[in-house]
């Protein structure tokens, strides 16, 4: 798999994560999504970057620690169904390639069977 689907597919498992949770940390993203937390970190900065979620601060104590919202746009919903159908048309065309595999491989067992 190369790394630009990888990419995008990391970009959609975010996304959702977010959309389900949208006060979860960092930390617990990175965790749920098995990737490191400076990607994690790297990703929401470019997502916001590009207007697919809002970074939303709601610490109302100066001195203690920020405390994130996560927020996804109407540019970010538009986002998560266009890389769901992306990731969807992949999975199907992996599915009909191993389909084909699996026929091959038992029609040839049949012959072996019949011979």
């Known amino acids: 798999m190369n790394e630009h689907k990888v990419y995008k ?13 949208p006060s979860s940390n960092q930390r617990l993203l990175s965790q749920k999504l098995n990737i490191s937390l400076g990607k994690t970190n790297y990703l929401l900065k470019e997502l916001a970057k590009k207007g697919i979620i809002k970074i939303v601060s709601f610490s109302k104590n100066p001195g203690k620690a920020k405390k994130l919202k996560y927020v996804l746009t ?10 769901t159908f992306h990731f969807l048309k992949a ?11 699996y026929e091959k491989y038992t029609s040839g067992m049949e012959n072996i069977k019949k011979g």
Not at 9 to 21: A, Q, S
Not at 91 to 101: D, I, T
């Open 9 to 21: 597919e990391e970009t959609l498992h975010l996304i959702r994560n977010i959309e389900e949770n």
């Open 74 to 83: 109407q540019k970010g919903l538009e986002e998560k169904a266009t890389l």
């Open 91 to 101: 999975k199907e065309k992996e599915y009909k390639r191993l389909k084909a595999e």
